[in-house]
């Protein structure tokens, strides 16, 4: 379904993905956590302090800060077709009521998987609490759980009261979701979840409000996009610095996750679900995913948070400078999002 290069022969089974897979059942499993306790309160990041205040004063209540009567009626034209299907010869054949009705329906499920992958934020921040070594680092930790928790409550909320209904969660989310809770080592954590999992939220977010008038999700996603922007930031200023005396083995290990990592997120997009409920025939979307420049395009601008941050915290060198180079996002190493992000929090 996707160019496959020799970047993505050579990685590993870490997650084993299934392209199109759905994961329904509920997931238990047991986990190895480090857990740390540290008598040293004193602020050894002053960064990390402010971004803690920063963190409280920005808190807001999803009951109380958005309009839930808000009378919302998707099929009223409320979307843009994502410009990857909009000059298909298959999508221009559908009527507009069927074209909005899968557009829709395509929205709905990006969001269904925003909701899920705000789970996995919620488990894995609540993880990073006891793991990290630092008050500094606790304290904050401590703010975006609240914010994750709330994330999951808007999404799920949205999703149940203005779609026709949720989507499963892909495999390939579940996946990576799975293994960065599975981990031990708490700078794994914040390379899955805070660098790959949230900086590709944030893009998916700026793409969704581009292409979206309903004025509640627009106004639901400029919120969650302000405390994400701050996720970010908390993953770089925790890494900053980490790598630099680190062993080349070990090195070499956190740029193969963050390589693995990268591939299933640019893949995780791809879900057979809408187009089943809709009843539309898989094989020709299957091939237009394959070899639609849109679609190649997007998953590579999904990237413009990532790829710098891995510089920021001195991990694009060797292996993965090399493998990022071979999927065609090392070009985006100095790409500056922060005016552009800045441009849609402000709204
Ligand atoms: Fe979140
Ligand atoms: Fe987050």
């Not at 996995?120 to 401590?142: E, F, M, N, R, W």
């Not at 915290?313 to 790409?335: A, R, S, T, V, W």
């Amino acid at each position: 379904m996707e160019d496959k290069g020799t970047a993505e022969e050579s990685i590993s089974t870490r997650f084993a993905p299934v392209l199109g897979g759905v994961v329904r059942e509920n997931q238990s499993f047991d986990s190895t956590e480090t857990t740390a306790f540290t008598w040293d309160y004193t602020v050894q990041s002053e960064e990390l302090r402010k971004l803690y205040e920063r963190g409280k004063s920005a808190q807001w209540n999803a009951s109380l800060d958005l309009d839930w009567s808000t009378d919302v009626d998707l099929e009223q034209d409320l979307f843009d077709p994502d410009p990857a299907i909009a000059d298909e010869p298959w999508f221009k054949k559908l009527t507009k009521r069927e074209q909005i009705h899968l557009v829709v329906e395509l929205n709905t499920q990006s969001l269904s998987q925003f909701l899920h992958g705000e789970q996995g934020a919620l488990i894995a921040t609540s993880q990073l609490v006891g793991a990290v070594p630092t008050a500094d680092a606790k304290l904050y930790a401590g703010t975006q759980v609240v914010d994750e928790a709330r994330h999951v409550e808007v999404f799920e909320r949205y999703v149940r009261e203005k779609t026709n209904g949720a989507y499963d969660i892909t495999e390939n989310l579940f996946l990576l979701l799975k293994s960065i809770v599975e981990e031990s080592r708490w700078d794994f954590k914040f390379l899955g979840m805070q660098l790959l999992v949230e900086g590709l939220a944030l893009a998916a977010f700026i793409a969704m409000m581009d292409r979206c008038r309903e004025p509640l999700l627009r106004k639901l996603l400029r919120l969650v996009l302000q405390d994400e922007a701050r996720h970010v930031a908390y993953g770089v200023l925790s890494l900053r610095s980490f790598y630099n005396d680190m062993n080349e083995k070990d090195r070499l290990e956190r740029q193969e996750f963050v390589f693995e990592a990268t591939i299933h997120m640019r893949d995780r997009l791809f879900s057979t679900q809408a187009y089943e409920r809709l009843g539309i025939d898989l094989e020709s979307v299957k091939d237009f995913h394959s070899r639609s420049e849109h679609v190649r395009h997007f998953r590579k601008l999904m990237f413009a948070n990532v790829v710098p941050n891995m510089k920021k915290i001195g991990l694009l060198d060797g292996f993965l400078e090399k493998k990022y180079d071979e999927i065609g996002i090392l070009h985006l190493q100095d790409f500056d999002t922060a005016g552009l992000l800045q441009s849609y929090i402000e709204g």
